[in-house]
């Protein structure tokens, strides 16, 4: 089992930044492929960005490329989302996602076993 928990969304207005962080805890953190997910009033919940500790990546999708920035902690067991450049098409609730190996497509929300309770980033024109 692996328990996640999102902090660091808030109210920004567009052009700003923000940073989320990922805590998790209960495996080793290391053997997983970690992502972010972003899900709009009304919408799906759309793939943001992953990365691994081992191999491959980082992956954005290509509306946040070059805008926001996927990492890990020292500690190895946090994970980060930096966003910049803000605009009001980012806000919805962004959730922390993890998959154990062997790892599938890192771009489908049914690939990930673990969510974390969603954090809210609302970006004001």
């Known amino acids: 089992q692996v328990q996640l928990v999102e902090t660091g969304g808030g109210l920004v207005q567009a052009g700003g930044s923000l940073r989320l962080s990922c805590a998790a805890s209960?495996?080793?953190?290391?053997?997983?492929?970690m992502g972010w997910f972003r899900q709009a009033p009304g919408k799906e919940r759309d793939f943001v960005a992953a990365i691994t500790w081992s191999a491959g990546g980082p992956y954005y999708a290509d509306s946040v490329k070059g805008r926001f920035t996927i990492s890990r902690g020292n500690a190895k067991n946090t994970m980060y989302l930096q966003m910049s450049s803000l605009r009001p098409e980012d806000t919805a609730v962004y959730y922390c996602?993890?998959?154990?190996?062997?790892?599938?497509?890192?771009?489908?929300?049914?690939?990930?076993?673990?969510w974390g309770q969603g954090t809210q980033v609302t970006v004001s024109s």
């Open positions: 209960g495996r080793t953190f290391g053997s997983l492929l």
């Open positions: 996602a993890a998959m154990p190996p062997p790892w599938r497509d890192y771009r489908g929300r049914r690939s990930y076993d673990y």
